[in-house]
């Protein structure tokens, strides 16, 4: 196999991986649409509850940790560690789709820009409710997910390294 071959070979794997990840990307996206304004287990379609809002950082975040104990652990693990969750395939797919948020700050950008999205869609439309900490909380959860992009990416570099390093 030549040179001219084997560029060949791994641009058609770079498309395909790009492929997968936007196919990824896309349901990821439809699946986080669901939950933040359809899901009825997050109780987002029951709309005669009046609207609550925190504009007051670390508010929401600390009352449930003083209140664990009184919420339960599903209610403190669902609100602070799933909106962690729910933005790390963000921070991880991004950099893999969008060549530019191969940098850690471009990613945590665009991770608070969609939560910010997100919060604002919720008030305008009443559902879930505008929480500062949400915003926190996601951006946080897309850095993670950069994170995993960046060791998943080191791990393929080192793996690759070796192979040609044995051949």
Known sequence: MNSMDVNNAMDDRKKRRRLI???LFTVYFAV???????????GRTYSE?????????????MRFIRYRK????????LNL??????????????PIYY???????????YSFELSLVVEILQLVFKVGSLDVDDLILNTIGGL???LVYEL???????TTERKKHDD
């Open 21 to 23: 990840a936007g196919v």
């Open 144 to 146: 993670f997910g950069f």
């Open 32 to 42: 986080l649409f669901y939950f933040l304004f359809f899901s009825e287990k997050m």
């Open 152 to 158: 998943v990416k080191q791990f393929i570099r080192k």
């Open 70 to 77: 009184v919420l339960g652990t599903y209610a403190v693990v």
């Open 81 to 94: 560690v799933g909106n962690i969750i729910a933005f790390m395939p963000f921070g991880t797919f991004l």
């Open 99 to 109: 060549e530019r948020c191969r940098k850690m700050w471009y990613t945590v950008l």
């Open 49 to 61: 509850r009046a609207y609550h809002y925190n504009l007051v950082p670390l508010k929401e975040i």
